[in-house]
């Protein structure tokens, strides 16, 4: 990237410390403290818990408003923490795969019982970008992104990419999704859901946790935060989408577009493999996605890759689809910050063909000054960002 883009401010919500600072977050997830747990749907009565990264806002909060306050008081964060006070400049982008889809299942529960319902403007994906645009006064760019599980990481690429294009010189940028009976119905079809531990690269892994959260970042043009003196956390180094184009859930078994995201990440941000020091995995706990994951990064790092210390935090939140790769985003620059590599839990007996650094059950201090992260959706839709010290 010829400007350089730096990150000032980052907020999240996650069921792990749910509401707190960034820092308790962090240093919980550092701690390897596990957020999933049995919970039941959150709209329909199945029988049944399952296993979940649920984020609890008290019984005050309709489960329809929970999109809402999520993406709010993540934001919100991001915004104080960057200490940016003059913000009408400032464009917003968000990543999101299902929007606010719980008000879409209160409206087919009431169509149940009263006939049919028409849907309104707040059960449109972009209806939270416009949402949080007004709230907070953000009148540049405006982006919705919604690429599947890498909605998050693409939500910030482009919103970084609109920094060094000139086009602004600010930008709010993350992703947002809640836990819905229609994504738990539609994994447990795939037969996706794990029933005991998530177990990302162990050799008996048996699926993932779906989780939900909300994570946004500041970025600013390095004119701009120069100018009023604002804390770096770090920089937008590279960033690249690429598809599989091969199956509609399955990934390329080779991890063709994945290897393709990282490579082209990695040219951006001017680096080699062997100046990485961290790489956030996408790490779900499936068979099929650890393996392929595992290919691309010897893909594109060859021996190199056995010496990169790689974590998977979904073993301790979930898959929080859009917010995924917002939250994997600031891990990154936290591990750059401490120079600390958070844990892959649950992780026991690897899986001989899983066979890379994959930091097992307890934190690693390391110097960190280059982090990627790996984002991989369904319809092979893959990104890579590459994040570095300021």
């Known amino acids: 990237m010829m400007t350089t883009v730096f990150v000032t ?10 509401f707190a600072s960034v820092d308790m977050f962090w240093n919980a997830l550092c701690s390897g403290e596990d957020a999933i747990r049995r919970m039941a749907p959150p709209m329909l009565d199945m029988e049944r818990e399952w296993l979940m990264g649920g984020i609890s806002t008290g019984d005050g909060v309709r489960a329809e408003n929970k999109f809402c306050l999520i ?6 964060m991001a915004i104080k923490d960057s200490g940016l006070e003059e913000r009408a400049s400032a464009g917003i982008s968000v990543g999101t795969v299902l929007g606010n889809v719980l008000l879409k299942e209160k409206r087919l529960q009431v169509n149940g019982r009263n006939g049919i319902r028409q849907g309104s403007e707040r059960e449109s994906l972009s209806y939270i970008t416009s949402h949080l ?3 907070y006064g953000l009148k540049g760019p405006q982006f919705t992104v919604s690429t599947a599980c890498a909605s998050g990481t693409d939500a910030i690429g482009i919103a970084a990419r609109t920094i060094t294009d000139g086009r602004a010189d600010v930008m709010v940028a993350g992703g947002v999704d809640v836990l819905s009976d229609f994504a738990l119905i539609g994994f447990h079809a795939l037969q996706a859901l794990t029933g005991e531990k998530v177990r990302p690269f162990d050799k008996n892994r048996s699926g993932l946790a779906l989780g939900e959260g909300a994570a946004f970042l500041v970025l600013e043009s390095e004119r701009h935060a120069v100018s009023r003196k604002a804390r770096l956390y770090g920089r937008i180094r590279g960033y ?23 490579r082209a990440a990695l040219s951006q941000a001017r680096l080699s493999p062997h100046e990485v020091g961290y790489i956030n995995a996408h790490g779900t706990g499936t068979i099929y996605n650890d393996l392929m994951e595992t290919i691309a990064i010897k893909n594109v790092f060859r021996r190199t890759a056995y010496d990169i210390p790689i974590s998977s935090t979904k073993s301790m939140l979930g898959h929080s689809f859009g917010a995924a790769g917002a939250i994997e985003t600031i891990c990154c620059l936290l591990s750059i910050r401490d120079n600390i590599v ?23 201090h390391a110097i960190v000054k280059q982090a ?15 994040v570095g010290e300021a």
């Not at 993406?71 to 919100?76: R, S, T």
């Not at 899983?354 to 930091?359: F, I």
């Not at 959706?377 to 893959?382: E, H, T």
């Open 9 to 18: 401010g980052m907020g999240l919500v996650t069921p792990l410390r749910p």
């Open 71 to 76: 993406a709010e008081g993540a934001l919100e």
């Open 133 to 135: 645009a007004g709230k």
């Open 240 to 262: 690249a989408s690429r598809a599989d184009a091969n199956h509609l859930t399955g990934p390329h078994k080779e991890g063709r577009g994945l290897s393709d995201a990282i």
């Open 342 to 364: 958070p844990p892959t839990i649950n992780l026991v007996e690897r899986d001989p063909e899983c066979d890379l650094d994959y930091v097992p059950k307890i934190a690693r």
């Open 372 to 386: 990627v992260s790996l984002s991989a959706g369904f319809g092979g839709q893959n990104a890579a960002i590459v």
